[in-house]
DNA sequence: CCTAGAAAATGACCACGGTCAATAATTAAA
DNA sequence: TTTAATTATTGACCGTGGTCATTTTCTAGG
């Protein structure tokens, strides 16, 4: 029969989470070290990796924690009725996925799960955001020759590489924005 | 004044390269390790980064090599006519992309190079295969009402999310191929 | 309370990428 | 040929993520 969870394994965890929070407020996601969260936690660094399978799962749950925020936002939001709107209501989430090289690394590895059983954080969000999507492509009814579901797959694929472009020497004169509206423009306006 | 390369310089960076690609040949991508490499080369470690600046740049170096005899086939055959003729004549190089989840991701990290000077093998040949799409999207003649360059750049952007779903749970039931086409099709032959 | 057994925490240890001061080999000029 | 300058190589060492047998703490049953 399997216990409860102990009350101290809460706040070992909530430790160490509050611990990374820290180093990443004060410095960057990049500068996050194992070493550094259990000094801090005050526990061994073996604790660290009994509560998160690697550094990595915990910068998962970080990471996708904050773009919940964003979709919590965006969800507020009335559907954009043109691409350009599209884009602009975007544009805070694609800015926070690339405010560092590393946290877009990370996103792109996260955001298709290997197996169904290990979906975290990161790639539920994605799922998240196509769902926010279909539902706002519903309302502006930009396309009726393709389903909702794949219009909202190709607005992700654009997303994806207008953000790209933001650590590639070719393209990083343009903001995101204005990488991103051409391609909604082409995608969901055709013609 | 730059002196000559050393022919010593050439036979060691050659051996370095034999001995990494015997081990891919032998078992994989990912289990190539420094320390094998330079075992296997007969050399010190400290050599190995002497010709490379990371473990990566390696692998920069070896899978940008295999993308480019990907796309000299490409360039011998004549431009697709149909969307699904030009998923079909990626389908090799998509495979070969996604042959190893390794693979895929030192491919998508190096696919944009950060700075100009340092456009590796890997971002070189992104820039190789957009001009060849450009090419058949001339020929092919599919949209007239966006640029070519901005088609390319979309059918770029479908092979990655195509490629990507290989490693998600949610689809990869699904052939490259089977996402691949449904895409192009809306992004080339709208209505 | 006491105790058995489960859960949690520990820290020495390992794997592996990467560094750098010291050394050896090569080259061009005297 | 000798020598000085340049280039290539070396391997001990480090940083950091991750493991695991052992120890400590907690909990339920008697």
Same mark, same amino acid.
């Given at each position: 029969m399997p216990r409860a969870i102990q009350k101290r394994t809460l706040e070992t965890r909530a430790r160490l989470i509050a611990a990374a929070e820290e180093i990443i407020a004060s410095s960057s996601f990049e500068a996050m070290r194992v070493e550094e969260v259990v000094l801090r936690a005050g526990t061994a660094k073996g604790t660290f990796f009994a509560h998160f399978k690697d550094k990595d799962a915990l910068m998962d749950l970080i990471i996708g924690g904050r773009i919940d925020r964003y979709l919590d936002a965006l969800e507020q939001q009335p559907a954009p009725r043109t691409a350009e709107d599209l884009a602009e209501a975007l544009m805070p989430l694609a800015e926070f996925m690339t405010c560092e090289r590393y946290v877009f690394d990370v996103i792109l590895r996260y *955001?298709?799960?290997?197996a169904v059983e290990d979906i975290g954080p990161i790639a539920a969000t994605f799922g998240r955001l196509v769902e926010i999507q279909e539902r706002w492509l519903d309302d502006a009814?930009?396309? *009726?020759?393709?389903p909702t579901d794949l219009q909202a797959e190709g607005v992700q694929a654009f997303m994806l590489q207008a953000m790209a472009t933001k650590f590639c020497a070719l393209h990083n004169a343009q903001s995101i924005k204005e990488r991103f509206v051409p391609y909604l423009r082409a995608w969901l306006e055709p013609n």
């Open positions: *955001s298709g799960a290997a009814g930009f396309r *009726s020759d393709i």
